[in-house]
Antibody, heavy 119, light 107 residues
Framework: QVTLKESGPGMLQPSKTLSLTCSFS??????????VSWIRQPSGKSLEWLAA???????YYNPSLKSRLTVSKDTSNTQVFLKITSVDTADTATYYC???????????WGQGTLVTVSS | DIQMTQSPSSMSASLGDRVTITCQAS??????LIWFQQKPGKSPRRMIY???NLANGVPSRFSGSRSGSDYSLTIISLESEDMADYHC?????????FGSGTKLEIK
């Protein structure tokens, strides 16, 4: 079965770089059409799509955050990473990864990882 | 970017009521729209995909429809377990964009 799980630092200070990992199983990111997206949600607020990477290594970003985001994947195609530079308190949110390609588009999500930016 | 205008932002309805939530797309997205249900502390759950297709395991009281640039999620007979937040997402083009969400409460 398809599973995804996010991991992150839990808490970090303003101006630092946030590094997140999405570890998944049950599918391969090398499969044509497969995509993994990152989405975040501040507490009590709506969802915001951040970035995606596809099976071919093409990357897509939310323009409002593009200068601060970097999405990448590992060579085994079982992990996807997201880096956000120069974080501030507005980046405090639960961060999710989701399978966002092919017929199961957004059918599978991780449990989310809460990131708090605080000094 | 494609803007998704979702309404209402919140609503309260009685058990057994028919409930409709709407998203309006600022550009043509075809049928490339998903409806999610999200309960507190949980990840979003895909309910409807490609605007009108019921996802696996979703009760048949849920349905999706489209009229032009307006997309609707309808619950034909509200049950207590339907109390949740609902979100739409367009996946026609990047950047993907969500609606602002609807909080559905039971009277």
């Amino acid at each position: 079965q398809v599973t995804l799980k996010e991991s992150g630092p839990g808490m970090l200070q303003p101006s630092k770089t946030l590094s997140l990992t999405c570890s998944f199983s049950g599918f391969s990111l090398s499969t044509s059409g497969m995509v993994v997206s990152w989405i975040r949600q501040p507490s009590g607020k709506s969802l915001e799509w951040l970035a995606a990477i596809d099976w071919d290594g093409d990357k897509y970003y939310n323009p409002s955050l593009k200068s601060r985001l970097t999405v990448s994947k590992d060579t085994s195609n079982t992990q996807v990473f997201l880096k956000i530079t120069s974080v501030d308190t507005a980046d405090t949110a639960t961060y999710y990864c989701a399978q966002s390609g092919l017929a199961a588009i957004f059918a599978y999500w991780g449990q989310g990882t809460l990131v708090t930016v605080s000094s | 970017d494609i803007q998704m205008t979702q309404s209402p932002s919140s609503m309260s309805a009685s058990l057994g009521d028919r409930v409709t939530i709407t998203c309006q797309a600022s550009q043509d997205i075809g049928n490339n729209l998903i409806w999610f249900q999200q309960k507190p502390g949980k990840s979003p759950r895909r309910m409807i995909y490609y605007a009108t297709n019921l996802a696996n395991g979703v009760p048949s009281r849920f349905s999706g429809s489209r009229s032009g640039s307006d997309y609707s999620l309808t619950i034909i007979s509200l049950e207590s377990e339907d109390m949740a937040d609902y979100h739409c997402l367009q996946y026609k083009q990047y950047p993907l964009t969500f609606g602002s969400g609807t909080k559905l409460e039971i009277k």
